[in-house]
């Protein structure tokens, strides 16, 4: 479903910020991006979504990314932002939610409809008349993801989709995630919900891949993860003392 | 910083203005912005000394104000910091202009007065007049209807842009502002030796917040046509508002209604 080959990439042309990069992930993979700040995880979803673009290929649903396909591509990857502020640009969620079905090329009763289905999916019904600015930072990441689905992609990003959550929301989060039955690349530093969401996790520093393997696996070697700025995640941290 | 959020919020305040319903927000966004455009051309077309003519030029926002249930207070209370800016334009006149043009009493009012009042009354009007359209009109409507007119996708796209980022930097301000006053105790506002590192960081931040913005826009298939403004297509009120509005206008330009009732009434 996704793949990289050789990929690299740097913002001002020297020091490279994602180098030599190959993975891939098959359909209904869903997999966790993990590594400490600044070891690219936005940079790499970036690169996914056509918005920068590096050396090397890379190939989304069967596509190879280039300027005919960015189109195709982009519908069919969705990508929920870290800022939902940043995510929801219209004043009510139901605006939002159907700004990218009319976009492409939905009617208003059509996409009305994917509102409603998402919505009653997420058990969000009452968010749908309400504005953006005055929702809760929960409920707005919820509408975020909502958007998101209202557009059916066939694979979901997700940067850092718990940040700013209090447990309660940050639990809703999670559960939802495990309901999508997309391909589901997610980048965060919150372990225990990539624990909770992912079965296979890549594991990044400064650029590069330093370890792909079950979640399993990886979330539980706490010297790898030390030695790259992260720590076992909470719910396993009592088993190994 | 309580000023800046309270910008912030009547700028989303204005976009739920804009969502509510009246006969003047259902109607076609490309008729009011045709109307706006117009009545704005005739009101500051009219000469500098007819003040009785351009007096009745308030029927139109005053009425409108009143169908769209929106309270013309509102309007001045919004356009607060603009106001004065628009009457300070005419302040110079009645000490360039003195032409005797009315002798009340022992009051000779000159031309540079008159011209004065005008030139007000102008700008007033036409602010009101906009207001009115931004706050029946969501912004996004605007912009399709100027697609409608042949506008260039560019150009609306940046118009759009701008009406988002001047939330987003508000937003960026405020939390910049509270976060410096945290760490300045007891000062009022930003130390003068702060600013340029502030206005450095406050367009970054609010440069990095809006291409993630516009990102988020073009991920979800835009691209500079605004299909999703849900526009139906023109129909007979809207022709109807349309016309009767540019008649109105125009006959207060031509004719002198205030004279015409003036000698009507008095014989
Ligand atoms: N717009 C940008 N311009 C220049 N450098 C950037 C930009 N965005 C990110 N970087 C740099 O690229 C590196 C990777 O950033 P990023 O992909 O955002 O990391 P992560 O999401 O893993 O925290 C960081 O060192 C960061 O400083
Ligand atoms: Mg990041």
Not at chain 1, 205 to 222: F, N, P, Q, T, Y
Request: glycine share 8%; with cysteine; aromatic share 8%.
């Amino acid at each position: 479903m996704i793949e990289f080959q050789n990929v690299s990439f740097s913002y001002d042309g020297t020091a490279p910020v994602v180098e030599n990069l190959s993975f891939s992930i098959s359909k209904g993979e869903s997999v966790g991006l993990i590594g400490a700040n600044g070891a690219g995880k936005s940079t790499i979803m970036k690169l996914l979504l056509g918005l920068l673009s590096g050396q090397g290929q890379i190939w989304v649903a069967g596509l190879e990314m280039n300027k005919q396909n960015l189109p195709k591509i982009r519908q069919t990857v969705g990508f929920v932002l870290q800022d939902s502020d940043n995510q929801m640009f219209m004043p009510t969620v139901y605006e939002d939610m159907i700004f990218g079905p009319r976009n492409y090329g939905l009617t208003k009763e059509q996409a009305e409809q994917r509102v409603d289905d998402v919505l009653n999916r997420l058990g969000l019904t009452e968010l749908k008349h309400r504005y953006n600015h005055k929702i809760s930072g929960g409920e707005k990441r919820m509408a975020a993801i909502a958007t998101i689905l209202a557009m059916e992609p066939e694979v979901i990003l997700m940067d850092e989709p718990s940040t700013a959550l209090d447990p309660v929301n940050r639990r809703t989060v999670i559960n939802t995630i495990n309901t999508l039955p997309q391909t589901k690349l997610i980048a965060s530093h919150d372990l225990d919900m990539i624990l909770d969401t992912c079965g296979r996790v890549i594991l990044l520093s400064h650029g590069k891949i330093v370890a792909d393997g079950s979640a399993e696996s990886i979330l539980r070697d706490r010297v790898l993860l030390e030695a790259n700025r992260m720590e076992l995640p909470f719910c396993l941290q009592g088993r190994h003392k | 910083m309580d000023k800046l959020s309270h910008a912030q919020s009547e700028l989303r305040e204005m976009d739920a203005l804009a969502a509510e319903c009246s006969p003047i927000h259902a109607l076609h966004p490309l008729c009011k912005l045709l109307v706006t455009v117009f009545y704005i051309a005739v009101t500051v077309s009219f000469p500098k000394y007819n003040f009785s003519g351009l007096v009745m030029m308030v029927l139109y926002p005053v009425i409108a104000f009143q169908v769209s249930g929106i309270p013309v207070g509102l309007c001045f209370y919004k356009l607060r910091l603009v106001l004065p800016l628009v009457c300070a334009v005419g302040l110079a006149n009645p000490f360039l202009d003195h032409t005797p043009l009315l002798q009340l009493g022992t009051i000779t009012v000159t031309g540079g007065v008159v011209s004065m009042v005008t030139l007000m009354l102008k700008g007033v009007f036409s602010l009101m007049a906009s207001f009115l359209l931004i706050a029946t009109t969501s912004i996004d409507a605007i912009c399709a209807a100027l697609r409608k007119l042949h506008v260039p996708g560019i150009l609306t796209t940046l118009l759009l842009l701008t009406y988002r980022y001047i939330g987003v930097m508000l937003e960026e301000v405020t939390v910049m502002t509270e976060a410096y006053s945290l760490r300045a105790p007891g000062q009022k506002g930003i130390h003068i030796s702060a600013w340029g590192s502030f206005l450095g960081q406050l367009l970054m931040r609010s440069m990095d917040r809006a291409e993630e913005l516009y990102s988020s826009m073009v991920l979800r298939g835009f691209n500079g046509n605004f299909f999703y403004a849900d526009i139906s297509p023109f129909c007979l009120n809207d022709l109807l508002y349309t016309a009767v509005c540019a008649a109105a206008f125009l006959c207060a330009r031509i004719f002198d209604i205030p004279g015409l009732l003036g000698s009507f009434f008095v014989g």
